[in-house]
């Protein structure tokens, strides 16, 4: 079984989505003057970009979402992002194919280059920066059959708030995978959903926590039961002072499983048996798919960083045993925005790569160069970090 397969956390189904108050792209192209009327393309940005630090190096991530209101189709022949006047980087027709998912047509991405008519498309970016970066906007240049233009604007300010410390959301010694963690092509990442008349992406940096037995796998046996797991029961903690603002623990365990649930997907059930830990004013730690009866916390308790909130299960939207953590906007699953945080401290021992040798589907690889002390970070995917002694 592939890697990607082993762990679902909490993905859903996207669907179409009306947005009001779009911003409308400035078409400032002298190619303007072979349509009769200014195309009809809404270009905006989802959510304020964002700077976070993964694996040593600083990003932006943000997304913006295009919309062709137009009866033909669009063909793409570049995406520039521009800070200062000045172009930082170009997307080509071949790159943006892979950075996008529709809103309709179920959540693909684009084949080639081209926006259907009526099509809504998110573009999933992510900026190394450099140099600080405090403001954006964006120039995409298409054709509708009637030659290239350029269309400007999707302008945005970057959200430089410093991303919240936190420590790891456990403690069991061992080697834990961080899977589905930053990168632009984690699931998390492209878990674009529908809510309330907008899309949201609340788990924008999310992480799924696997622990590795010493045999390098997630389970001992063929792993059909959750006690194979070797992360099954372990003490999901606080990553920091706080206090618990909701939980919810009435989602049955299910046993391990691509296809089956033990209850619907709802809005309420996705999450599994969860916690809402509140860290600061707009920033509450998100944690999922705890043992029913395993909580330790109610809602309106006062926590200190490391203090046992549950136990790491597997129920909701989870295909195996794992502690699902994000922050988040709000104390929300869906209607959230996803934010960056950083983790105090940790060591990366290597990683986990795809592989046809064995019946996981991947190996671990540690890192060639010994293992690297980390402050201050996030892991990239599929990273494996060291807890306890050695």
Same mark, same amino acid.
């Given at each position: 079984?592939?890697?990607?397969?082993?762990?679902?956390?909490?993905?859903?189904?996207?669907?179409?989505?009306?947005?009001?108050?779009?911003?409308?792209?400035?078409?400032?192209?002298?190619?303007?003057?072979?349509?009769?009327?200014?195309?009809?393309?809404?270009?905006?940005?989802?959510?304020?970009?964002?700077?976070?630090?993964?694996?040593?190096?600083?990003?932006?991530?943000?997304?913006?979402?295009?919309?062709?209101?137009?009866?033909?189709?669009?063909?793409?022949? *570049?995406?520039?992002?521009?800070?200062?006047?000045?172009?930082?980087?170009?997307?080509?027709?071949?790159?943006?194919?892979?950075?996008?998912?529709?809103?309709?047509?179920? *959540?693909?991405?684009?084949?080639?280059?081209?926006?259907?008519?009526?099509?809504?498309?998110?573009?999933?970016?992510?900026?190394?920066?450099?140099?600080?970066?405090?403001?954006?906007?964006?120039?995409?240049?298409?054709?509708? +059959?009637?030659?290239?233009?350029?269309?400007?604007?999707?302008?945005?300010?970057?959200?430089?708030?410093?991303?919240?410390?936190?420590?790891?959301?456990?403690?069991?010694?061992?080697?834990? *995978?961080?899977?589905? *963690?930053?990168?632009?092509?984690?699931?998390?990442?492209?878990?674009?959903?529908?809510?309330?008349?907008?899309?949201?992406?609340?788990?924008?940096?999310?992480?799924?926590?696997?622990?590795?037995?010493?045999?390098?796998?997630?389970?001992?046996?063929?792993?059909?039961?959750?006690?194979?797991?070797?992360?099954?029961?372990?003490?999901?903690?606080?990553?920091?002072?706080?206090?618990?603002?909701?939980?919810?623990?009435?989602?049955?365990?299910?046993?391990?499983?691509?296809?089956?649930?033990?209850?619907?997907?709802?809005?309420?059930?996705?999450?599994?048996?969860?916690?809402?830990?509140?860290?600061?004013?707009?920033?509450?730690?998100?944690?999922?798919?705890?043992?029913?009866?395993?909580?330790?916390?109610?809602?309106?308790?006062?926590?200190?960083?490391?203090?046992?909130?549950?136990?790491?299960?597997?129920?909701?939207?989870?295909?195996?045993?794992?502690?699902?953590?994000?922050?988040?906007?709000?104390?929300?699953?869906?209607?959230?925005?996803?934010?960056?945080?950083?983790?105090?401290?940790?060591?990366?021992?290597?990683?986990?790569?795809?592989?046809?040798?064995?019946?996981?589907?991947?190996?671990?690889?540690?890192?060639?160069?010994?293992?690297?002390?980390?402050?201050?970070?996030?892991?990239?995917?599929?990273?494996?970090?060291?807890? +306890?002694?050695?």
């Amino acid at each position: 079984m592939k890697l990607v397969c082993r762990l679902v956390g909490l993905l859903l189904l996207c669907s179409l989505v009306a947005l009001a108050d779009t911003e409308v792209g400035e078409q400032t192209d002298p190619g303007l003057e072979r349509y009769k009327f200014p195309p009809s393309l809404l270009i905006s940005v989802l959510d304020s970009p964002h700077k976070a630090r993964v694996h040593g190096t600083d990003v932006v991530c943000y997304e913006l979402l295009v919309t062709n209101l137009e009866e033909s189709e669009c063909k793409l022949e *570049a995406l520039e992002c521009v800070a200062d006047g000045q172009v930082i980087r170009t997307f080509s027709p071949d790159e943006l194919p892979e950075m996008s998912r529709r809103l309709s047509l179920g *959540a693909t991405a684009l084949e080639e280059p081209v926006l259907s008519a009526k099509d809504s498309v998110v573009f999933y970016l992510w900026l190394e920066q450099k140099t600080p970066l405090t403001a954006l906007h964006h120039r995409l240049r298409v054709d509708l +059959g009637k030659g290239p233009i350029t269309i400007e604007g999707a302008q945005t300010q970057v959200d430089n708030v410093e991303p919240v410390l936190v420590g790891l959301p456990f403690r069991a010694q061992g080697r834990w *995978a961080a899977i589905g *963690a930053p990168s632009n092509q984690a699931g998390h990442r492209r878990a674009v959903l529908v809510v309330g008349g907008r899309p949201w992406i609340s788990q924008r940096f999310a992480i799924d926590w696997v622990l590795l037995g010493p045999d390098g796998f997630m389970s001992k046996g063929d792993g059909t039961k959750n006690e194979d797991h070797y992360c099954y029961g372990a003490e999901a903690l606080a990553v920091a002072d706080g206090e618990i603002v909701d939980t919810y623990d009435k989602v049955p365990s299910q046993e391990p499983s691509i296809n089956e649930r033990a209850v619907p997907i709802t809005l309420e059930t996705v999450g599994g048996n969860w916690v809402a830990l509140k860290i600061d004013e707009n920033r509450y730690g998100m944690y999922a798919h705890l043992i029913p009866g395993s909580l330790k916390v109610k809602k309106g308790d006062r926590v200190k960083k490391g203090d046992v909130l549950g136990l790491v299960g597997n129920t909701g939207n989870s295909t195996a045993p794992h502690l699902h953590f994000h922050v988040s906007s709000t104390p929300h699953w869906i209607s959230s925005v996803g934010l960056p945080y950083r983790i105090d401290s940790y060591l990366s021992v290597g990683k986990l790569v795809e592989t046809n040798s064995n019946s996981e589907g991947y190996t671990f690889e540690p890192h060639s160069k010994g293992d690297s002390p980390r402050m201050g970070d996030l892991p990239q995917e599929s990273e494996v970090i060291w807890v +306890g002694e050695r």
